[in-house]
């Protein structure tokens, strides 16, 4: 059998194994996994591909292989799920990086958790001043969870004793200058209307629009040029 045949049948083999053996571990999101998570799939993954193209080598090892780092995954995540106090051993625990409105600063040297990386990450979720936090917690897949202050906080409508309000999808109207007259329809318009709405914003044509998304709670309409006209940005403080 040529050197291109054996790469081509034990490619399948190695496709096959690594989605059977992927569905065996479950769903998570990326963003979910903690770093030696990743790293288990990076290394699962660089066996499966070495499984393909290294000719210099028996098949058989390599899928041991990946069976066996699979196996010792599966084992960690049933662990973790009967004993979680084991789990904190094995994926680590969340660290309160910000206490009170108060850094924890030995909390972030222990994790070698920088200032840039908290700042970055606090800006991430629109928090510019670090007056507003009172508790953050860095999460053990990497993420910050942040809690505010009560007078930075958000108000609900149930804050104010308002009655809960129906939310639906936006639509797209208009997508890269192109109507779209079944989505115009359904939120119950016409192209009059529709060219009324642009023409207040001094929009002649549909190819002159980029997007367009109705809001049918709000009876709002978003538009966004082609050409916006935008001045010069501010310079950036960072």
Known sequence: MSETAVVIVRSFIAF?????????????????????????GITIG??????????????WPHWVGLFVWTFTVFVMQKISLKWPKASKYLTGKPAIVIMNGKIMEE????????????LEQLREKNIFDLNQVAFA????????????????????RGDLHLP???????TEIIIAGKLIPEKLKKIGKDEKWLLKE??????????????????PVHSTLYI?????KIKKPQENPY
């Open 16 to 40: 096959f194994t690594l989605l059977i053996f992927t569905r065996f571990l479950g769903k998570q999101q990326i963003s979910q996994l903690t770093f030696f998570e990743y790293v288990l």
């Open 46 to 59: 660089s066996i499966a591909g070495t499984l393909s193209v290294d000719l210099s080598s028996r098949a």
């Open 107 to 118: 909390t972030m040297k222990n994790m070698r958790y920088t200032i840039p990386d908290l």
């Open 137 to 156: 917690v860095l999460e053990n897949n990497g993420q910050l969870s942040v809690l505010l202050k009560p007078e930075y906080q958000p108000v609900t």
């Open 164 to 170: 809960p309000q129906n939310e639906t999808l936006n």
């Open 198 to 215: 642009l023409n207040k914003q001094g929009i002649k044509k549909y190819e002159e629009v980029f997007l367009a998304v109705y809001n």
């Open 224 to 228: 966004d040029k082609y050409k916006d």
